[in-house]
């Protein structure tokens, strides 16, 4: 064997020792992704969807929805506040709603990586003096692709159920319940079947991006919408209000 093979089979081995008692990494991990986000340089920083789902599950922040109320009663994700004022008065409306406290968490969105309307809202509210916003600026479009539940209020749901046809409305309650009346058109789904899987829901298998609204009692319809959640149906929404109110309004 000559020196320099002997070199390099020596070399060769000290990397493999190396690399297998290395503690860290060379290579970060990729992120999955519900830990994405754009990666955009700004003055906010960005949450993914992992994030954000944490932020909700454990209230650490208020999460604003930057748009339209109409596009809010529409879908929205759900423990989400609406701004609802117009753009010279929105920096007045987040002061009161955190009453003064500029280090209030805050974590904005609106209509996925295109949409202005947080990143617009995120710098002003910055040179404003509040000091801890965030963005979840792939908004509602991703979140509903990743599956997230997205809520629907009450003028939302009247304004589907106006113009249009091809929407799916799913009554959630008890046999007993559906029995005694139901909104028309409306497909019995009652929640503990669906979600055990003793029923089946009466879906397209052409279109799985047809509108579906379930509705009955918010707390059903919620655990509905997030078993379908898992599903590859990407515009479902759930009223999180009782169908005495709902069927009142649709009268």
């Not at 089979?9 to 986000?37: D, G, H, K, Y």
């Not at 500029?102 to 809202?121: I, T």
Request: proline content about 5%; some cysteine.
């Amino acid at each position: 064997m000559t020196g320099t093979s002997s070199l390099s089979s020596w070399l060769s081995f000290a990397v493999a020792v190396a690399l297998a008692l290395c503690p860290v990494p060379l290579r970060a991990e990729t992120p999955n992704i519900f830990q994405a986000t754009l990666g955009e340089a700004g003055k906010t920083a960005e949450v993914s969807t992992e994030q954000m789902r944490q932020i909700l599950a454990d209230r650490s922040a208020i999460v604003l929805d930057t748009r339209s109320r109409a596009e809010f009663d529409a879908g929205h994700i759900p423990g989400a506040v609406s701004l609802a004022a117009a753009p010279s008065e929105q920096i007045a409306a987040v002061t009161t709603l955190v009453s003064g406290d500029k280090a209030k968490a805050l974590v904005l969105y609106c209509n996925g990586p295109y949409c202005q309307a947080s990143r617009r809202l995120g710098e002003q509210l910055k040179d404003s003096g509040f000091s801890n916003v965030r963005r979840y600026q792939l908004g509602i479009p991703v979140w509903r692709a990743l599956g997230g539940p997205v809520a629907v209020e009450l003028a939302g749901v009247k304004r589907v159920f106006g113009i249009d046809r091809t929407a799916i409305f799913f009554d959630v309650r008890s046999g007993a319940e559906f029995a005694t009346g139901t909104l028309p058109g409306a497909i019995h789904a009652p929640a503990d079947d669906i979600v055990s899987g003793k029923a089946k829901m009466a879906l397209p298998e052409d279109d799985f991006n047809r509108r579906i609204i379930l509705f009955g009692d918010g707390a059903h319809a919620r655990k509905v919408a997030d078993f379908m959640g898992k599903r590859p149906r990407h515009n479902v929404s759930y009223y999180a209000g009782d169908y005495a109110a709902l069927a009142e309004a649709l009268k």
